[in-house]
């Protein structure tokens, strides 16, 4: 499989359809914001740390991590969001809207910011 990657830090334009718009680009599935760009986020329904790879190898430019959970918000397995903390990492969990709304206006504030975003039909 390719890798998926926009090296750009645009806002988040729209989601939905199980998908995202974002610069001159679309995106089907998940999402990772990073201080590198956007990738593709390999995760089923539930985020996990192995899933997170990518996050961690730029873990030391991530001030926060915005995690949006889908449609709703579900909260993710304690020693996860542990695991995220214990990299100095603030983790903030909600669902994918509010957290493509707070992505949008902490890049706007040029905050040290990530998010790992679960599609919304």
């Known amino acids: 499989m390719t890798e998926a990657f926009y090296p750009g830090h645009d806002p988040i334009d729209y989601y939905g359809n199980g998908g995202f718009r974002f610069g001159t680009m679309s995106h089907q599935g998940a999402l990772l914001f ?4 956007i990738r593709r986020w390999d995760v089923d329904e539930k985020p996990t740390l192995d899933s997170l790879t ?3 190898r730029e873990k030391d430019d991530i001030e926060i991590l915005l995690l949006g959970t889908g ?3 579900t ?3 304690p020693e996860f969001s542990a695991a995220i903390r214990a990299q100095g990492i603030k983790l903030d969990i909600m669902d994918t809207g509010a957290a493509v ?3 949008n206006i ?4 040029d905050r040290a910011v990530a998010a790992a975003l679960l599609p919304v039909d």
């Open 101 to 103: 709304r707070t992505l």
């Open 34 to 37: 990073l201080p590198s760009g």
């Open 54 to 56: 990518a996050l961690m």
């Open 71 to 73: 449609k709703f918000l």
């Open 75 to 77: 909260l993710p397995d």
């Open 106 to 109: 902490l890049l706007s504030e």
